[in-house]
Structures are given as C-alpha cells and as structure tokens.
C-alpha cells in the first residue's frame, strides 16, 4: 500500500462545478496534513494546511478524518484557474525525523 | 523577498558528466531538501538535511551527493552513477521539518543529451 495514496484523475468539470478530491495515508501517527497545488512543469505551491476541525478558504474546503485516516478538498464554483494538479501531503514524523510524503497528485481540467 | 533559489533552470548534460544543481534560500530555514519529479509521477525525496553539516539519504540517493557548508545552501550533485538523471528537480525548505509545510524553489529541468 502507498503511504499516500490519491485517485490520479483527471476529473474533467465544467465550470461553475463542485468537485471533490480524497486522499489516503498509511499512517495513523501522521501530524500534521497539507494540499498544494503544482501547475503544468512548475513547483509545487501551498494552498492550504489541513486541520481536523476542517478548514475553509473562499471557494476550498479541507477536512480529515484521522479515524479513517483520509483527507478531502472541496473546491466550489470551478474556475478555469482552478486546473492544475493536486497533492495531498502528510507529515509522518515529528522532531528531527519530520519530512513530508507527497501523493502522486489528482489532476483537474476545468472546462468551459 | 525572502524565497528560495534554484539555477539553472534548464541544464542539458552528456552522458558520463557530473553536474551541480545549486539551491540557495533566505529564508532562514534549517530544513533542506531535494526532489525528483519524473513526467506523470509524485515527488521522490533524494536526500535532505536538518542541520548545517549533516544530510540524510532519502528514499533515492543511489547517484547523488550534497553538501551543506551554509544554512543557506544546499547543492546537489548529479554523478555518473545515476542511471537515468533525466528529470525535473526541486529544492525545498522548511523551518521545522515540516509542520508548516515546505516552501519550494523553481525547479531545474535536467536533460542527458
């Protein structure tokens, strides 16, 4: 099993859409959770950190659910910007061994 | 501003050659890593480094080596011994070794010619 694991994609949307990523990780004692976003041949880039009380910014909404293990993004009103790429990341550490795991990422295509 | 630093950004290598990807931040960071990201696939850590002068392996170091003389450096050496270098290479850092997340640099694109 991958240490995270997300659905590749791509989800294609129109515009104006709802749409949901999720993203599993392998383990239980992982601290602290992220998305980012990566666009086409560029770094990856910070969109938001993920706590588990949920949290919200404009259009996108992250939660976790560390029983099951899983993160999730809600991106509300798709905006052709809004297409990219998507990676769901996990701290599985803490102290001098913290590093972060990056999924694979979840492609998005927003159409008009 | 404060960011990091990757050059070049593009960097054409025969086969046979060493190279060096230089990564350099102002961030006052302690963290430092590198990625590989090959077409379709996630990241993959090759090594990184908490503290000026020690650096760990990551989960594909076989080919690679660095150095960390500077808090604010973190070069990347590309050897011989790699067997497929071609790729898209990250450098990222962070305060806490990631409790905040990492900040990425631009990248350098590598291709063996």
């Known amino acids: 099993r991958k240490e995270v694991e997300q659905d590749p994609g791509p989800f294609n949307v129109p515009e104006g859409a709802t749409v949901a990523f999720n993203c599993t990780y392998s383990?239980?004692?992982?601290?602290?959770f992220f998305w980012y976003r990566q666009d086409c041949r560029k770094e990856p880039k910070l969109l938001m950190s993920?706590?588990?009380s949920g949290n919200e910014d404009g259009r996108f909404t992250a939660q976790l659910n560390r029983a099951s293990q899983y993160i999730s993004l809600l991106i509300r009103d798709s905006k052709l910007s809004d297409s990219a790429t998507y990676l769901c990341v996990v701290n599985m550490g803490a102290g001098t061994a913290s590093k972060l795991t990056f999924g694979t990422g979840t492609r998005l295509q927003v159409t008009l | 501003d404060g960011g990091i630093t990757q050059s070049p950004k593009y960097l054409f290598r025969k086969e046979g050659q060493n190279v060096t990807l230089s990564c350099e931040q102002n961030?006052?960071?302690?963290?430092m890593y590198w990625y590989r990201q090959d077409p379709g696939q996630g990241l993959r850590l090759i090594y990184y480094s908490q503290i000026v002068n020690d650096f760990q392996k990551g989960d594909i170091a076989e080919g690679y080596s660095v150095s960390r003389e500077k808090k604010e450096s973190f070069p990347l050496t590309v050897t011989s011994a790699q067997k497929n270098p071609t790729a898209f290479y990250l450098c990222?850092?962070?305060?806490?070794?990631?409790?905040?997340?990492?900040?990425f640099g631009s990248g350098t694109r590598l291709t063996v010619v």
């Open positions: 383990n239980s004692a992982s601290q602290s």
């Open positions: 993920v706590y588990s």
């Open positions: 961030l006052n960071h302690d963290a």
């Open positions: 990222a850092s962070s305060m806490d070794g990631g409790g905040y997340g990492y900040t």
